[in-house]
């Protein structure tokens, strides 16, 4: 069993920057693909950015956040650049078995408890 843990989250103006952390107990994150997802009220939750053996990025966030894994400290983190304030959200990280599509969130198997990110003046 994998066990995830966001961090990271907060308050940030529009046009700034936050990163979020994962950070996995019980396996590591090399043998997974890892996704991120958000969720904001009353919406459903979307792919926002994926690693395994490549990355891969929803279009609304393309060249504005970057996915990467530490394999040393077993985290995927998610850098997120010029954040808006449609990018307001829940924001979740999960693990799936390597070499399958990154978009679908019933594929995933273990999911962290979320944390808060909040783009606002």
């Not at 069993?1 to 952390?21: M, Y």
């Not at 996995?24 to 459903?44: M, V």
């Not at 394999?71 to 304030?85: E, F, G, I, R, Y």
């Not at 799936?96 to 978009?103: A, E, N």
Request: net charge positive; aromatic share 12%; with cysteine.
């Amino acid at each position: 069993q994998v066990q995830l843990v966001e961090s990271g989250g907060g308050l940030v103006q529009p046009g700034g920057s936050l990163r979020l952390s994962c950070a996995a107990s019980g396996r590591t994150f090399s043998n997974y693909n890892t996704g991120w997802f958000r969720q904001a009220p009353g919406k459903e939750r979307e792919f926002v950015a994926g690693i395994g053996w490549t990355t891969n990025y929803a279009d609304s966030v393309k060249g504005r956040f970057t996915v990467s894994r530490d394999n040393a400290k077993n985290t995927v983190d998610l850098q997120m650049n010029s954040l808006k304030p449609e990018d307001t959200a829940v924001y979740y990280c999960a693990v799936k078995p390597l070499g399958s599509s990154y978009h679908l969130a019933s594929t995933y198997f273990s999911w962290g408890q979320g944390t808060q990110v909040t783009v606002s003046s």
